[in-house]
């Protein structure tokens, strides 16, 4: 079961939302490997570092706060991480308010 409070909430952050449009629309990044199991592109620390100009520490914190709503998944690569948009969470999420706005 999603938290929709939650989710709104890592949501309502624009850097947030943009780490989340960045691994929706990510075709292949550059820490890419075989053997991660999962079948889309994930982004590296590294990448959302370089692409929004934030240190290591901050794009943790936002990453943690996305991971705790189930909004990505994460797999450790050495002293970085992969993060995957968790595809399921977001579904569910979008269903969640047409059922409650909409119906």
């Known amino acids: ?10 949501l309502s952050d624009p850097i947030r939302y943009q780490i989340m449009l960045m691994l929706a629309r990510r075709e292949e990044g550059c820490c890419q490997g075989p053997g991660t199991g999962y079948m889309q592109p994930g982004l590296c620390n590294c990448e ?3 692409e929004l100009g ?17 909004l990505v998944t994460e797999e ?28």
């Open 76 to 103: 450790p690569r050495g002293k970085w991480k992969m993060y995957y948009l968790n595809t399921d969470t977001v579904r569910q999420y979008i269903e969640q308010l047409k059922i409650d706005f909409l119906e």
């Open 48 to 50: 959302i570092m370089a």
């Open 54 to 70: 934030m240190i290591q520490s901050r794009v943790s914190y936002h990453m943690k706060e996305l991971a705790e709503a189930g």
């Open 1 to 10: 079961m999603i938290n929709k409070v939650q989710i709104a909430k890592a």
